[in-house]
Each structure stands twice: as structure tokens, then as C-alpha cells.
């Protein structure tokens, strides 16, 4: 069992920053990805990043491609999403997952086995 806790969310204007945090509740170099997903009000949870465990590979959805860095903490409890020049589109709530696939590569939500709560990012214009 994974337990999963973000933090970092808040508001910020349009071309600002945010890191967010995902604290994991066990050793996540047991095998674990991790992916960060977001959820605007009234669509779907979709893909925004993820890192897989063994070498730390990474991929972005396009829309944040440049804008965006997902890595993990020395120890790999913790990951991270570091978000720049954000923009009003970004608004949403940010979940991380963990998938026990280790390469890091699945971008559907059905993939990932454990979340956590959510954090809510408000971009403002």
C-alpha cells in the first residue's frame, strides 16, 4: 500500500510558479513511476507528467512541455512538479499517482494504482 500526500498548490497570477510536492509514504524505489494528472472543473483527469524509477526518465504531456519539470527527492519518497510561466489554462486540481509499471511511460489514469488527494492550482489572468 502507497499513501500519497501533495502539497504546493495555491493561487498565482498568469506567468508565475509553483512546486508541488507528493510525499510517499513508503520507499518508492521499490519499483514505483510516479505521474503527476490534473483535473479542471467539469472535465476529465489528464495526463501532465511522469518519472520512472529506475533512471529517473521523464515525459510531459505537450501542453506543459518547456514549462514544466517533474524529478524526484534524493531519498525518492518525494517527487516533485516544478511549474513555470503558468497560465490561467493550468487551473485545475494536481494529483500524483504511482504505477507499479516502472518505465514511467503510461499516460492513462486506469494505469496508476495509487493517489493522493489533490492540491488546487488557480492561475489568475
Known amino acids: 500500500q502507497v499513501q500519497l500526500v501533495e502539497s504546493g498548490g495555491g493561487l498565482v497570477q498568469a506567468g508565475g510558479s509553483l512546486r508541488l510536492s507528493c510525499a510517499a509514504s513508503?520507499?518508492?524505489?521499490?519499483?514505483?513511476?510516479m505521474g503527476w494528472f490534473r483535473q479542471a472543473l467539469g472535465k476529465d483527469r489528464e495526463f501532465v507528467a511522469s518519472?520512472?524509477?529506475?533512471?529517473?526518465?521523464?515525459y510531459y504531456t505537450d501542453d506543459v512541455k518547456g514549462r514544466f519539470t517533474i524529478s524526484r527527492g534524493n531519498t525518492k519518497n518525494t517527487v516533485y512538479l516544478q511549474m513555470n510561466s503558468l497560465k490561467p489554462e493550468d487551473t485545475a486540481v494536481y494529483f500524483c499517482?504511482?504505477?507499479?509499471?516502472?518505465?514511467?511511460?503510461?499516460?492513462?489514469?486506469?494505469?496508476?494504482?495509487?493517489w493522493g488527494q489533490g492540491t488546487q492550482v488557480t492561475v489568475s489572468s
Open positions: 518519472i520512472s524509477w529506475k533512471d529517473d526518465t521523464t
Open positions: 513508503t520507499h518508492t524505489s521499490s519499483g514505483y513511476a
Open positions: 499517482a504511482a504505477d507499479s509499471w516502472p518505465l514511467g511511460n503510461q499516460r492513462s489514469p486506469l494505469a496508476y494504482e495509487y
